[in-house]
């Protein structure tokens, strides 16, 4: 049945039961799905809007708390939401497995619970779930559901999820004896057929769709581009493209930025490769206002009045410092680690790459690294520089590394039939998880002796991340655990002397909004965050374009809530009308200038 719909997208026109809003972190995937959520069900659908994101914003959006279980969204009849909280599915597990040990003693239990404390456990935990929603097993009314839109992690966390119920499916075929990091009778192979119903909705055309969010910008479309192929893959092929933030300048203004903007759109939409350019394309144009709240999001896709412009927002004075400040206030250290975290999308690759490239330029040898499964670091330098490496944790080489290792040892000993069960289980999809926190346990190291500079994937990413790290340190620092004095990967994170943590945001509500979330939950951990950089301010352009004008405005709401408290110190990078791009362009932001006037907001 078609939707009644004025000005429809198209992802809405006839949308199946299971619809995945993917893509390169910030290119608008929770705004969409969640329009189009309220979209459906205001056409009198019964939608579920699930998110898979551990960094999700979707409750400052809708006013909702945000559970594992489905909250119905005020306002909207007939649409609930929910989260696969990762924590809150991996005790849930954890629950699910104890309760199968009939007979056995509490050390024993105990010593259950603690093999199930680790990566592993959360992620087939929140897969399980996740696995439920397309089983159509997850819930007591699911089959009531008539719709389920999935508000996705950033690509290289998706990509990840959706191929776990192709390689479960097949892990499990083959092993009747479950995954030995997943504890013992895990009950994983009770779970098989649930795994094969998901992957048989997720390559089912008839009921799965994948909307491939992007901007009209070219590393987002590249990145759709590979996500189109790897998502075909897997069996995912009925695919459309949403161009999301189509921005045209007003005509009959002499208004430099706006039309440089405008015309780095259109190139980039021009240069759509072909295997996207032949899907069916949708494009949103970039709106004035936030998308938060549910008139917004009625707005966003042309089925609902747009609220009210602010425009007379208060100049605010933030004591800022430019890119170059921050390399020299960096590199007065003369080693250590360098965290660049944030939201999907505000630019953490370059700051990165950047700063990087900063510190050789004042003679520091420099390890740039990645955990960003969509790896953009390499096409960002676009070439080299003596004194500078450039790496990246790799999952898959992560994987097959730590397996070998674990063969070479735990495995030595071993008769063939001893190895072939330990090889066995080190094939689980739950082993990657194990490696990369390894690689970065070494990359940490690394920088007691030289200046490491650390990409981080997006934030729900490295929120696990971090979790398996302080999993480790409990694990280590539990007594009897080790003897000596032993250094953990947290302990390292901790250090102020020797890591500092940079947050990066975009001057809008909901990267601001995440930032101070993943500050908030980094001081949980004792990690205190170094500094802010604000990338991609307006507030120098000097536009007199009339959206961009109200753009600015939300802007200096943000900048106001920056300098209210939420940043120790604070650095802003400019909106540039060529993207740096190649060392000589990211060298060229950073490159030594000496004591200079602080960044100036507009007044």
């Not at 397309?134 to 990509?159: E, K, R, S, Y």
Request: with cysteine.
């Amino acid at each position: 049945m078609n939707l009644a719909l004025s000005k429809t997208p198209g992802f809405l026109a006839s949308p199946t039961r299971f619809v995945f809003f993917t893509g390169k972190g910030g290119v608008g995937k929770t705004s969409l799905s969640a329009a189009a959520a309220i979209a459906l069900a205001d056409a009198g659908r019964r939608v579920l809007l699930v998110s898979t994101d551990a960094a999700s914003n979707l409750d400052e959006m809708l006013g909702v708390p945000l559970s594992n279980a489905p909250v119905p969204v005020p306002g909207a009849p007939g649409l609930s939401v929910s989260t696969i909280d990762p924590d809150a599915a991996a005790e849930a597990y954890r629950q699910r497995v104890l309760g199968q040990l009939d007979g056995a003693t509490d050390e024993e239990r105990a010593k259950v619970r603690e093999e199930l404390s680790g990566a592993c456990t959360t992620e087939i935990a929140a897969f399980d779930e996740f696995a439920a929603l397309l089983a159509n097993d997850g819930l007591a009314d699911g089959h009531a559901w008539d719709h389920v839109v999935f508000d996705t992690a950033p690509t290289g966390h998706t990509l990840r999820l959706l191929s776990l119920p192709k390689l479960w499916s097949g892990f499990l075929a083959d092993n009747d004896r479950g995954a030995s990091c997943l504890g013992p009778h895990s009950g994983l192979k009770m779970q098989e057929s649930r795994f094969n119903a998901a992957l048989a909705a997720l390559s089912n055309a008839a009921l799965t769709t994948v909307v491939l969010v992007t901007r009209p910008e070219g590393a987002a479309i590249r990145e759709a581009t590979r996500t189109s192929g790897e998502l075909r893959a897997l069996g995912l092929t009925n695919q459309r493209l949403a161009i999301n933030g189509v921005f045209h300048a007003a005509v009959g203004l002499d208004d430099p930025a706006a039309t440089r903007l405008d015309r780095l759109g259109r190139d980039a939409i021009v240069a759509i490769p072909d295997v996207l350019a032949a899907l069916p394309r949708d494009e949103v144009p970039l709106r004035s206002f936030d998308t938060v709240g549910l008139p917004a999001l009625r707005a966003l896709l042309g089925d609902g009045a747009e609220p009210p412009s602010q425009t007379n927002a208060p100049p605010v004075a933030l004591h800022a410092e430019t890119l170059d400040q921050l390399v020299d206030a960096l590199a007065e250290g003369g080693r250590g680690l360098i965290m660049v975290m944030g939201k999907g999308g505000v630019g953490k690759t370059t700051i990165a790459a950047a700063l990087a490239v900063g510190l050789v330029q004042r003679g520091h040898a420099v390890h740039l690294t990645t955990t960003d499964r969509a790896a953009h670091v390499a096409g960002t330098l676009s070439g080299t520089l003596p004194g500078l490496t450039v790496g990246r944790i790799d999952p898959k080489v992560e994987t097959q590394a730590y397996i070998d290792r674990q063969m070479a040892t735990r495995g030595a000993h071993l008769d063939d039939a001893g190895r072939a069960l330990l090889l066995e289980d080190l094939r689980s999809p739950c082993t990657e998880e194990v490696a990369v926190f390894h690689a970065f346990s070494r990359v940490v190291s690394k920088s007691r002796s030289a200046f490491v500079v650390l990409d981080t994937a997006p934030t729900g990413h490295s929120l696990l991340l971090m979790d398996a790290t302080g999993a480790y340190h409990r694990q280590m620092t539990r007594p009897g655990a080790a003897s000596g004095k032993v250094t953990t990967p947290l302990m390292r994170l901790q250090d102020p002397t020797l890591t500092r943590v940079l947050l990066v945001t975009l001057p809008e509500t909901t990267p601001v909004s995440q930032a101070a979330a993943l500050q908030d939950d980094l001081r949980r951990a004792h990690i205190e965050p170094w500094a802010w950089i604000v990338n991609k301010s307006l507030a120098a352009s000097g536009t007199t374009d009339p959206l961009l004008r109200v753009r600015l405005a939300g802007e200096r709401r943000q900048i106001a809530r920056i300098a209210g408290g939420l940043a120790r110190r604070t650095f802003v990078l400019p909106w540039l009308p060529e993207p740096p791009v190649g060392v000589e362009a990211l060298g060229a932001l950073v490159a030594p200038r000496g004591a200079g006037a602080s960044f100036a907001t507009e007044t």
